[in-house]
């Protein structure tokens, strides 16, 4: 099997774009025929058959979105947040969309933002990272905290390396309290800076042909400038990149994540995407069609994308 | 409800002790007898009725944890990531292990090391914090990771005060590699002490009956002076102590945790407890008797603690 990396490459030159559809399912959000606002209140101290209702409503809205964007980009990122919310019931669900999204050519990126140390650590990769039979949550790629430090990663490391999977690191965030640690000054250059030579060592040491390590960054899309710095300092280091849509990042915001060739990184965009039917430009949908709200929007960003970026450069199989 | 903070105080003052069991079900050390060493290195790939027969030495092991010491100590926790491991079966034996820890008269600390930006660590500390129905998971406090800064922290801040729950803030780790970021020295101090002064802020802003706020943090018992300077610096907050035990930390070296009274510190050990049976010390039990040695391990702990410590001055009720 080819490297995680190798594999992202591979799916972004066949959809001709490096966009990631976020799925973070807030329940306050879905759609009234999915899930009626009413029944969306009642998380904490629900009844177990409410908690069944909202599980389904997850699954139905979730699998909605699926159905839409496989074909259209080549991996999905599943928010783990918005499904172990409610419990136990959530993370079947959970496990069940991610072989749903496989079965319709999608890579999948799970972002818990997992870090502990040793055998801890160990336990989290070894459940979450490995397609198909080789770990029950069925990760392609698993997101991951550094504030532990490079032995707290390794055992990740590891384990994404056995299984041909992927991690994506911590760098820079891209909410505005980000800056409070991440951007602190040690030795010279900020902790984000610090974290950035981890992990660029990290990638270097195992490099798919497509010439990115496996391990790869978060870096946030509402930095501009750091975004190009980093890119500038982690050559063979894959980004992941949130903060575009909802939080204000547009398309010429995210144009240094990536390299000279258009390659290097994916854009996720989360609400803006999986929401639209929301969005005053799609209203035209009404709730009832958000899922020609979601193709819209995607089709929308991946255009701006193609356009105002040097993404624009890969050519769709 | 009394808060986080002066329920756990109580706990503390009617078992006579700050010490916290940390039930980290490490799948290959579980006993002969609860799960055969053959069955313990299935978890990648396993078919289903595996991860059935994993589910059901991690509930019958914990089970006999709890069993043992209720009414020795006043809390425990729970290491996420040996549940999460085996995918949805495990999140639902947690969940029931959660109760059960509860009608013992445990609280619960989850120790999921969570954090993650604005409606995403809502949605972590909606389903985790609140005990009793407030939450699915049902935990009284949850570890959290500070890299996302200030703004990421709010969310976990606000939940737990409605629910009455708390927070443990990673500070310093007990890891070796802890320090490669955590010690970096921005502004004339350790990043660590940065992370510090906006616990201690967080938790000075809601102070219980015994003086201490529900915002706690974690702080390793591997180095015992950067415990005792915290401990300074940190007068309102309430330590999460770990590394004792396998880790290598002893009495003496959780000593300076505690304040004059012996109090504001909460010191966990896992595997050293929990899997006594391994060590030399009480391997008269032998693998059949492994709850004696869990009860046997845990009261040594607690005496050790009582000799070398301030918290000998808490006197049971």
């Given at each position: 099997?080819?490297?995680?990396?190798?594999?992202?490459?591979?799916?972004?030159?066949?959809?001709?774009?490096?966009v990631?559809?976020?799925i973070?399912?807030?329940?306050?959000?879905?759609?009234?025929n999915?899930?009626?606002?009413?029944?969306?209140?009642?998380?904490?101290?629900?009844?177990?058959?409410?908690?069944?209702?909202?599980?389904?409503?997850?699954?139905?809205?979730?699998?909605?979105?699926?159905?839409?964007?496989?074909?259209?980009?080549?991996?999905?990122?599943?928010?783990?947040?918005?499904?172990?919310?409610?419990?136990?019931?959530?993370?079947?669900?959970?496990?069940?969309?991610?072989?749903?999204?496989?079965?319709?050519?999608?890579?999948?990126?799970?972002?818990?933002?997992?870090?502990?140390?040793?055998?801890?650590?160990?336990?989290?990769a070894?459940?979450?990272?490995?397609s198909?039979?080789?770990?029950?949550?069925?990760?392609?790629?698993?997101?991951?905290?550094?504030?532990l430090?490079?032995?707290?990663?390794?055992?990740?490391?590891?384990?994404?390396?056995?299984?041909?999977?992927?991690?994506f690191?911590?760098?820079?965030?891209?909410?505005?309290?980000?800056?409070?640690?991440?951007?602190?000054?040690?030795?010279?250059?900020?902790?984000?800076?610090?974290?950035?030579?981890?992990?660029?060592?990290?990638?270097?040491?195992?490099?798919?042909?497509?010439?990115?390590?496996?391990?790869?960054?978060?870096?946030?899309?509402?930095?501009?400038?750091?975004?190009?710095?980093?890119?500038?300092?982690?050559?063979?280091?894959?980004?992941?990149?949130?903060?575009?849509?909802?939080?204000?990042?547009?398309?010429?915001?995210?144009?240094?994540?990536?390299?000279?060739?258009?390659?290097?990184?994916?854009?996720?965009?989360?609400?803006?995407?999986?929401?639209?039917?929301?969005?005053?430009?799609?209203?035209?949908?009404?709730?009832?069609?958000?899922?020609?709200?979601?193709?819209?929007?995607?089709?929308?960003?991946?255009?701006e994308?193609?356009?105002?970026?040097?993404?624009?450069?890969?050519?769709?199989?």
């Amino acid at each position: 099997m080819d490297s995680f990396i190798d594999r992202l490459e591979q799916g972004i030159a066949r959809c001709g774009t490096p966009v990631v559809v976020g799925i973070d399912p807030h329940l306050q959000m879905l759609p009234e025929n999915i899930l009626p606002a009413s029944s969306a209140q009642s998380v904490p101290g629900c009844a177990e058959w409410d908690i069944r209702r909202l599980a389904l409503a997850l699954q139905s809205f979730c699998r909605g979105v699926l159905d839409v964007v496989s074909g259209l980009v080549a991996a999905v990122k599943f928010q783990l947040a918005f499904f172990e919310q409610i419990g136990p019931a959530g993370v079947s669900v959970l496990t069940d969309l991610v072989q749903t999204a496989h079965r319709g050519g999608l890579l999948v990126i799970l972002d818990g933002k997992r870090g502990d140390i040793g055998s801890t650590a160990l336990a989290y990769a070894q459940g979450m990272l490995g397609s198909g039979d080789a770990s029950p949550w069925g990760g392609d790629a698993l997101t991951v905290n550094p504030y532990l430090g490079d032995d707290a990663l390794e055992p990740f490391v590891q384990t994404a390396r056995e299984r041909h999977a992927g991690i994506f690191v911590l760098v820079k965030t891209s909410n505005p309290g980000g800056r409070l640690f991440q951007d602190l000054v040690a030795e010279g250059r900020p902790i984000y800076r610090h974290v950035a030579a981890l992990v660029e060592d990290l990638a270097s040491r195992h490099l798919g042909k497509c010439g990115y390590g496996d391990i790869g960054g978060v870096v946030g899309a509402t930095y501009r400038e750091q975004l190009a710095e980093l890119r500038e300092v982690m050559p063979h280091t894959w980004f992941l990149v949130p903060g575009y849509g909802s939080q204000g990042a547009r398309a010429a915001d995210v144009a240094p994540a990536f390299d000279a060739r258009g390659r290097g990184a994916i854009i996720n965009n989360s609400r803006a995407l999986i929401f639209a039917y929301r969005r005053r430009e799609y209203d035209r949908f009404g709730a009832a069609r958000w899922q020609e709200a979601v193709e819209a929007a995607t089709r929308d960003m991946i255009a701006e994308i193609r356009a105002e970026t040097p993404a624009g450069r890969i050519a769709p199989e």
